[in-house]
């Protein structure tokens, strides 16, 4: 991967401002593309695009390949005829700073519902044609995720390991019935689909033809109800029931006596590689559909991971597992050729984990907050950087720089105020500065680090239910001020 020394803004599409409680694909998403434009930053990252569940997490997507339908803006279904002005006169009262999704759920559901109600009404010819072309082209994941959601809606969104057998097991007959009596809400699933990725289209050339590119994300795992655990349940550990046999998670440290218990399907790798990662391959081809460069969550779970019984009660018990390693990153490499990834690689490193991601090139992370905490690490300090290195203030599972300044002793903030030097800038923006000083060749900081927000505005506390991904921008972010800040140190560290 070869790019220039750049720098970036991490905001996910849920956090733009927008007219119905939810950031969209519509003006405001192009907004900020001006406004990463007009401050010569070249890089907008964003979390996992797919559709969420329950806990509303990117991480716990119910699907590798689908986008969220939460993110069609509706007021550009109005130039298409498929939705008026009257349809979106009495929208509810959202919140400004948060997404509330108790309320933005059924709003959206309702008002894409009445747009494929108009869309089979009105047949418009030019539409049809293209949506018909687009179920053609993704009809290797599409034609499976639309029938996994509309199961799911007639179940009322139970997991697919409680619906009747015959759905639940995939059984011919059962699913021939169901599409049967259920055709029009499989459809719809499909319609909204072709409306997420013609509006992130129409975004992604709108930045790129601009010079900005998009940065997205892979989980490593995926969730255990997705459409990719029921459509290819003997790609993962699973018992005749279907159920998971051994889950993800990390070992206990010193951080968590009991280690962390995340719950998801491991893969059965030697499925994968007798398919010759068919499944991966494709989960690649379609995110690069949607981004430029891919960030690798967990990458050390390529090399090595953690295998805990079903079942159990913490992460005590597990054990390391070796990965796929390079004979997966060969097969990519030999599909795609040099490799746009991005190594997650936080967290203890194993001699193993650098190995694959120096044998690829790929280039790390770097977390400055990590390099002035209390029990600072080194490698994480501005001046130790190296220069393939994507270098972050934090990230969605860290506290804002306000946040973190607020959280740690006197001696942290002390020994980080010496380092940054007698300045009068906040200090959110002293270190983005210092980060953007620092030999890394990509410096990425979220917009709330931009805005100078405390940790009312994080993204995620890991580990916690409830209040997380809701973080939203007021509708007048965008100061002069802000602006004329991020271009002066992106001149000033040859980062335009």
Known sequence: ???????????????????????????????????????????????????TGYGNSPYQ?????????????????????????????????????KVDFGTVIPWKTEKLHQSFLNFQRM??????????????????????????????????????????????????????KFRKEYNDQIEEQKFLQFLFFTQWRQLKTYANQKGVQIIGDIPIFVGYDCSDTWTNPGLFHFDKEFKPTVVAGVPPDF????????????????????????????????????????RLDHFRGFA?????????????????????????????????????????????????????????????????????NPNPEKDFLPHNFDHNAIAYTGTHDNSTIAGWFQSVPQTARDRFLAY??????????????ILWQSVALFAITPMQDLLGLG????????????????WKLEKKWNTKKLTKWLLEINQLYDRE
């Open 455 to 470: 940790d009312e505005a994080r993204m995620n506390f890991p580990g916690t239910l409830g209040g997380n991904w809701e």
């Open 61 to 97: 997507g119910l699907s590798a390949s689908a986008g969220n339908p939460l993110f069609i803006s509706l007021d550009d279904l109005i130039s298409l005829g498929l939705l008026s002005q009257k349809d979106l006169s009495h929208r509810p009262r959202f919140s400004r700073t």
């Open 304 to 372: 090595g991971y953690y295998e805990i019984p079903a079942g159990s009660k913490t992460a005590e018990f597990g054990k390391w597992v070796k990965g796929p390693g390079k004979d997966l990153f060969d097969a990519l490499y030999q599909r795609f050729g040099d490799l746009p990834f991005i190594a997650e690689d936080l967290g203890v490193m194993t001699p193993d984990v650098i190995e694959l991601r120096e044998r690829y090139n790929l280039p790390g992370m770097k977390i400055v907050q990590f390099g002035f």
């Open 123 to 176: 047949q418009p010819v030019d539409l049809v044609s293209h949506f018909k072309s687009f179920c053609r082209k993704n009809k290797s994941w599409l034609d499976d995720f639309a029938l996994f959601m509309a199961i799911k809606i007639q179940q009322d969104l139970r997991a697919w390991d409680t619906w009747p057998d015959e759905l639940r097991f995939r059984e011919p007959a059962g699913l021939k």
């Open 1 to 51: 991967m070869k790019f220039n020394r750049s720098s970036g803004v991490l905001l996910h599409v849920s956090s733009l401002p927008g007219s119905d409680g939810i950031g969209d694909l519509g003006k405001s998403a192009f907004d900020f593309v001006d406004f990463l434009v007009n401050t010569k930053t070249k890089f907008w990252q964003v979390l996992p695009l797919n559709p």
């Open 420 to 433: 940054a030097g007698r300045t009068k800038e906040t200090v959110s923006h002293a270190m983005i500065r």
């Open 255 to 294: 951080f968590s006596k009991t280690g962390q218990l995340w719950g998801n399907p491991l893969y059965d790798w030697k499925k994968h590689q007798e398919s010759g990662y068919a499944w991966w391959i494709e989960r690649i081809k379609q995110t690069l559909n949607l981004v430029d460069i891919i």
